[in-house]
C-alpha cells in the first residue's frame, strides 16, 4: 500500500511539474535553458595562471620593495617600502571596483566601458579569452592575474621621486595615474575581441554564399574592429613592454623632474645602504618574473609559456653579464650592482618579446639592452642632471624601448621567432606573412603613443596634486629622513 501511494504521489509531481514548465516561455517549443552551459576549463591552465599571479604579486612585495628599499638610505628605506605596499593595496581596490571594466572591456578604442563596474556578471564560471580558440580562463583567474599588472606598474614609478615625496602626495597621485594613465594604455595595447570571435566570423566568411558574403564580411570587420588602438595598429607586447614598463618609466622621470633633486645631490655621497637587500628584492623579481612573461600566455604550454620561461632565462642573464663586463672594463671593477641593474634591464626588454622571440633572439636582445640601460642611467643621466633616485627612466623606460621596437625583429619566423597569428586566416589560425618595416613602424607608433600619453598625462596629474597637497616634502623632514617624519618609525633601531 505505501509502495502504491508513494508511486502515485511521484506520478502526481511529474505531471505537476510537466504542466508548469509547459507553461514556461519557450519550453513547449523545445527552447534552450536560460542558464548557459558551464565552460569547460582545463584545470592545468588554471592551476598554472593562479600560480604565475601569485608569482606577480611576489615580484612587487617583496620584491621590488626590498630592491627598492635597499638602494636609498636608512632613513628612508621604510618610506620606499610603504609606498609600494600601498599602492599593491589601493590599486587591487581600484582594480576590482571599476579598472578591470576599464581595461578589458568594449567601448572605445582608448578606453572600455562600465559594462563590469563592480565585478558584475563575473563569477568563477564565467570565461576570460586567451590566445587559442576554444581554450578559455575562469575570468575570475584572468582578472587576479590583471591585477598584480596594474598594481606593480605604479609602485615602480616611487622609485625615481623616492627619499623627497610626500606621502600624501604619493596617496593621492597612484590612484589618478593609474585610472587617467595606466587604464587607457593596457586598454589600447592588451583589449581585443579574443581569437573565437574572430575564428568564427571567419569560417562563417570562407562557408558563405553570394547571397550573404557581404554582410559576414562586414561582420568580420567588426569583430577586428573591436579592440585597443594600438592592437589594431598590430603593434605586439607579449607581457607589458609599453603598458608596464615605458608608461611607468616616463612617469618617473616626468615626477622625479617636478619633485626636484635630493637636497645635496651631487655633493653629498647617496649610495645604497644594503645591497644584501637589493640582492634579495632583484632575485626575487626575477623569480616572480616567470609569472609575468611566462604566465602572460594565459595556457600551461610549451609553445607560449615554456617559450616565454627560456626568453626570461636567457635574455636576464645575457644583459646582467653585458652590463657588468662593460662596467667593469671602464670601471675597473665588477659590482654586484651593475649585475643586478643589469638583470632588471633584462627582464624589463624580454618582456614585450618573451612570447614571441627565439632563444638566441632574446639573448642578443638582452645583450643589447644591458650595454643601452647602462649607458643611460650614467652618461646620459649624468648629462642632463635629472636626479632618477633608482634609475626608473634609465631601466625601465629605456629597456621598454628596446625591448618593443626589436620584438619587431626577433619575432620574425626566419630569426627563430613565433611569427604574429592572423587568426582569420582561411582555414583556421596561421603564422601571418612577415614585414620588417611594417611590423617596425607598428612597434615604434606603440611606443611613441605610449611616451606621449604617459609623459603629458603624468605632468597634468603630477601639477594637480601638486596643487592639492604639495609634492615634496620639507628640507628639514628631508634631512631627518621620511621614516620618521612621513611615518613616525624607523626601519634599525640601533
Not at 598584480?148 to 606621502?167: D, Q, S
Not at 573565437?196 to 554564399?209: G, N, P, Q, R
Amino acid at each position: 500500500m505505501q509502495k502504491t501511494l508513494t508511486r502515485a504521489g511521484l506520478a502526481a509531481l511529474a505531471l505537476t511539474g510537466a504542466a508548469f514548465l509547459y507553461t514556461v516561455p519557450g519550453f513547449a517549443e523545445g527552447a534552450a535553458p536560460a542558464t548557459p552551459p558551464t565552460p569547460n576549463f582545463n584545470k592545468g591552465d588554471a592551476a598554472w595562471m593562479m600560480t604565475a599571479t601569485v608569482l606577480v604579486l611576489m615580484m612587487t612585495i617583496p620584491g621590488l620593495a626590498l630592491f627598492y628599499a635597499g638602494l636609498v638610505r636608512p632613513k628612508n628605506a621604510l618610506s620606499v617600502l610603504t609606498h609600494v605596499f600601498y599602492t599593491v593595496c589601493i590599486v587591487m581596490l581600484i582594480w576590482v571596483i571599476y579598472g578591470y571594466s576599464l581595461t578589458f572591456t568594449g567601448g572605445t578604442s582608448i578606453i572600455g566601458g562600465f559594462d563590469k563596474l563592480f565585478l558584475r556578471g563575473v563569477t568563477g564560471e564565467s570565461p576570460a579569452a586567451t590566445f587559442s580558440a576554444g581554450v578559455p580562463l575562469s575570468e575570475i583567474i584572468y582578472i587576479c592575474f590583471q591585477m598584480t599588472f596594474a598594481a606593480i606598474t605604479p609602485a615602480l614609478i616611487v622609485g625615481a621621486f623616492a627619499e623627497r615625496m610626500k606621502f600624501s602626495a604619493v596617496a593621492l597621485f597612484v590612484p589618478l595615474w593609474v585610472t587617467f594613465v595606466y587604464f587607457p594604455i593596457a586598454h589600447m595595447v592588451w583589449y581585443w575581441a579574443g581569437p573565437d570571435a574572430i575564428v568564427d566570423a571567419a569560417k562563417a566568411l570562407a562557408a558563405a554564399t553570394d547571397a550573404n558574403k557581404a554582410e559576414l564580411q562586414a561582420k568580420l570587420d567588426a569583430v577586428n574592429a573591436d579592440s585597443g588602438l594600438i592592437f589594431s595598429w598590430g603593434a605586439i607586447d607579449f607581457a607589458g613592454g609599453t603598458v608596464v614598463h615605458i608608461n611607468a618609466g616616463i612617469a618617473g622621470l616626468v615626477g622625479a623632474i617636478m619633485v626636484g633633486k635630493r637636497t645635496g645631490y651631487g655633493k653629498e655621497l647617496m649610495p645604497p645602504h644594503s645591497l644584501v637587500m637589493t640582492m634579495i628584492g632583484a632575485s626575487l623579481l626575477w623569480v616572480g618574473w616567470f609569472g609575468f612573461n611566462a604566465g602572460s600566455a594565459l595556457e600551461a604550454t610549451g609553445a607560449g609559456a615554456g617559450v616565454a620561461m627560456i626568453n626570461t632565462f636567457v635574455a636576464t642573464a645575457a644583459a646582467a653579464m653585458s652590463w657588468m663586463f662593460v662596467e667593469w672594463l671602464i670601471k675597473g671593477k665588477a659590482s654586484l650592482l651593475g649585475a643586478l641593474s643589469g638583470c632588471i634591464a633584462g627582464l624589463v626588454a624580454v618582456t614585450p618579446a618573451a612570447g614571441f622571440a627565439g632563444p638566441m633572439g632574446a639573448l642578443v636582445l638582452g645583450l643589447i639592452a644591458g650595454v643601452v640601460c647602462l649607458f643611460f642611467c650614467t652618461t646620459i643621466k649624468n648629462m642632463l642632471g635629472y636626479d632618477d633616485a633608482l634609475d626608473v627612466f634609465g631601466i625601465h623606460c629605456i629597456g621598454g624601448i628596446v625591448g618593443a621596437i626589436i620584438t619587431g625583429i626577433v619575432v620574425n619566423p626566419a630569426l627563430g621567432g613565433v611569427g604574429i597569428i592572423d587568426y582569420a586566416a582561411a582555414g583556421g589560425p596561421k603564422v601571418a606573412d612577415y614585414e620588417l618595416a611594417t611590423q617596425l613602424w607598428n612597434q615604434i607608433k606603440a611606443v611613441l603613443l605610449t611616451l606621449v600619453w604617459s609623459g603629458v598625462g603624468s605632468f597634468i596629474l603630477f601639477k594637480v596634486v601638486d596643487i592639492l597637497v604639495g609634492l615634496r616634502v620639507s628640507v628639514e623632514q628631508e634631512r631627518e629622513g621620511l621614516d620618521l617624519t612621513d611615518h613616525g618609525e624607523r626601519a634599525y633601531t640601533m
